[in-house]
C-alpha cells in the first residue's frame, strides 16, 4: 500500500512553459486534494475532487487546472508557467465515507522553480 | 470561511523539555480541528483530532491538545521532546458541511540537545 505518490519530486520550468503533476493514491479514497506551500504561508488549497468527473475550485485556482477520469488519478495541470507559482505542491486523499473534513493522507510533495 | 492563527513561526526547546504550540481558530460553530506534523522533504502526517466529546485528545508519537472553545484555541503539547520531535507543525481547521479546510503557517521546532 503506497499511499499517496506524486511525481516529479523536484522540476524546473522556464516561464511560459506547461506541465502536470502527476498524483496517484491506492486507498479508494474518493475525495482529493491539491494545495501548493509557500514559505510561512502555511499551505493554500488550489483544487478538489469529490470523485472521478467531479472537481471544483479551492481557495487559489487560477493558473490551475485539474481532471479526475479515474479513482485514483488527479493530475494537476499548470499551462503557462509563472514565478509565482513556484512553490512546493502537495497531493492529498481522504476516504469518502468521512467527507472533506476528516483526516488527509499527503503525497511526498513536488518542488517546483520557474524561473 | 473559517481560519487559523499559528503564533509562533519558530520554537527551539532543549531535549526532554515540556513543548506546548498554539493554534487559535476562527469559526461560528464547532470547527474540526487537526495537528499534522511535516518532517523535512516529507508531506503531512497527522497528529491527532478533535471532531467533539472529549476535549483533551491523544495523538501519535506522545502528542496531545486540548480544544478550548472559551479560548478558541487547540494547543498541541508534549511533555517531553525528543530530537525527533524536530519537524514543522500545522494547525488545521475544518468547517462541518463544506469541503475547505484551512491550515496555518505552521510553526517550526528546533530541539537542542
Known amino acids: 500500500n503506497a499511499g499517496v505518490t506524486q511525481t516529479p519530486k523536484f522540476r524546473i520550468l522556464k516561464i511560459g512553459q506547461s506541465m502536470t503533476l502527476q498524483c496517484t493514491q491506492d486507498?479508494?479514497?474518493?475525495?482529493m486534494y491539491w494545495y501548493r506551500q509557500d514559505p510561512g504561508m502555511g499551505l493554500k488549497l488550489i483544487y478538489y475532487?469529490?470523485?472521478?468527473?467531479?472537481?471544483d475550485k479551492g481557495e487559489v485556482p487560477n493558473g490551475y487546472n485539474v481532471s479526475r477520469s479515474t479513482t485514483e488519478d488527479f493530475p494537476l495541470r499548470l499551462e503557462l508557467a509563472a514565478p509565482s507559482q513556484t512553490s512546493v505542491y502537495f497531493c492529498?486523499?481522504?476516504?469518502?465515507?468521512?467527507?472533506?473534513?476528516?483526516?488527509?493522507?499527503f503525497g511526498p510533495g513536488t518542488r517546483l522553480t520557474v524561473l | 470561511a473559517q481560519s487559523v492563527t499559528q503564533p509562533d513561526i519558530h520554537i527551539t526547546v532543549s531535549e526532554g523539555a515540556s513543548l506546548e504550540l498554539r493554534c487559535n481558530y476562527s469559526y461560528g460553530a464547532t470547527p474540526y480541528l487537526f495537528w499534522y506534523v511535516q518532517s523535512p522533504g516529507q508531506g503531512l502526517q497527522l497528529l491527532l483530532k478533535?471532531?467533539?466529546?472529549?476535549?483533551l485528545v491523544q495523538g501519535i508519537k506522545g502528542f496531545e491538545a486540548e480544544f478550548k472553545r472559551s479560548q478558541s484555541s487547540f494547543n498541541l503539547r508534549k511533555p517531553s521532546v525528543h530530537w525527533s520531535d524536530a519537524a514543522e507543525y500545522f494547525c488545521a481547521v475544518g468547517a462541518r458541511g463544506n469541503n475547505d479546510m484551512r491550515f496555518g503557517a505552521g510553526t517550526r521546532l528546533t530541539v537542542k540537545p
Open positions: 475532487s469529490v470523485g472521478a468527473g467531479i472537481t
Open positions: 492529498a486523499s481522504s476516504p469518502y465515507f468521512s467527507g472533506a473534513n476528516n483526516e488527509q493522507f
Open positions: 486507498m479508494n479514497h474518493n475525495y
Open positions: 478533535y471532531f467533539s466529546g472529549d476535549t
